[in-house]
């Protein structure tokens, strides 16, 4: 389980403290699907980010499986990171000249190792779960918005990641694909992956075990689910 503890950050900017979070406790459970919510500059972003390692905070812990961040060096956490944290991002940041196959690749090539026949079979399996199957040689732009997205979905598959981060990733998806994206994401969670998504769509945010709201850097839990999604469309 990944664990938060009264996480506070501030940017400074103009010789400005703008305070991003303000004392943020989360739990994330393996296989738990944990949507944020909230306006735009509340924070979500930023505790993405610091839940993922992206970013330091400035005060409070972080446990991993019970390991204390804290006493690890960046190194031990690069490799944490590697290992167990996906990150997925409202634009995917595909690699235009590489194939999907190659794309979804890209975790195990790191430094100069090259990628062994299992890797590829496991990426090329990868690849079939999102449903792409037959377009694994495409590059990114022979592939529509929803399906460049399955493929930075299938690269934090095939890397066996036990959390996965996505910053609103259906943002730049139509309804239909997006729907498509979002029930993907469930069935991972369903299968045991942890997932904290950021989005601004209540429908989607109603597929999620729990919803969180950030709200002036800070989190405001809510219950039950619907119920919460229903408040926050009305809004
Ligand atoms: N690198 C940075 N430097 C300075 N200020 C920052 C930086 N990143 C974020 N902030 C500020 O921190 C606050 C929270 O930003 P954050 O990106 O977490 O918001 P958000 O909830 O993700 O918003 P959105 O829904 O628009 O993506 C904002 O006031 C923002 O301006
Ligand atoms: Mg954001």
């Known amino acids: 389980m990944l664990s938060a503890t009264d996480i506070a950050k501030t940017f400074r900017s103009d010789g400005v403290d703008a305070p991003a979070l303000r004392g943020v406790s989360l739990d994330v459970p393996e296989g738990r699907f944990i949507a944020v919510v909230g306006r735009s500059g509340s924070g979500k972003s930023t505790l993405l980010n610091v839940l993922s390692t992206l970013t330091r905070p400035d005060a409070g812990g972080l446990t991993w499986r019970g390991a204390d961040l804290a006493d690890l060096p960046e190194s031990a956490i690069d490799a944490l990171r590697r290992r167990d944290f996906a990150v997925i991002f409202q634009q995917h940041h595909l690699l235009p000249y590489l194939t999907a196959l190659e794309n979804t690749l890209l975790s195990f090539m790191t430094g100069f190792r090259s990628v062994s026949g299992a890797q590829r079979d496991r990426a090329r399996a990868c690849l079939a779960r999102v449903g792409l199957s037959g377009k694994e040689d495409r590059l990114p732009g022979a592939l529509s918005g929803g399906e460049q997205q399955r493929v930075a979905i299938a690269r934090a598959l095939v890397k066996d990641a036990r959390v996965l981060f996505a910053d609103e990733p259906t943002g730049s998806l139509d309804k239909a694909t997006g729907r498509g994206v979002m029930e993907l994401l469930r ?13 601004h769509d209540h429908e989607w945010a109603a597929l999620a075990d ?3 709201f950030m709200e002036d850097g800070r989190l405001r839990p ?14």
Do not use: C, F, N
């Not at 069935?187 to 989005?199: F, Q």
């Not at 809510?222 to 809004?235: L, T």
């Open 187 to 199: 069935a991972l969670a369903d299968g045991g992956l942890a997932v904290v998504m950021v989005t």
């Open 210 to 212: 729990e919803i969180v």
């Open 222 to 235: 809510a219950s039950p689910v619907h119920e919460k999604a229903d408040r926050k469309a009305e809004s």
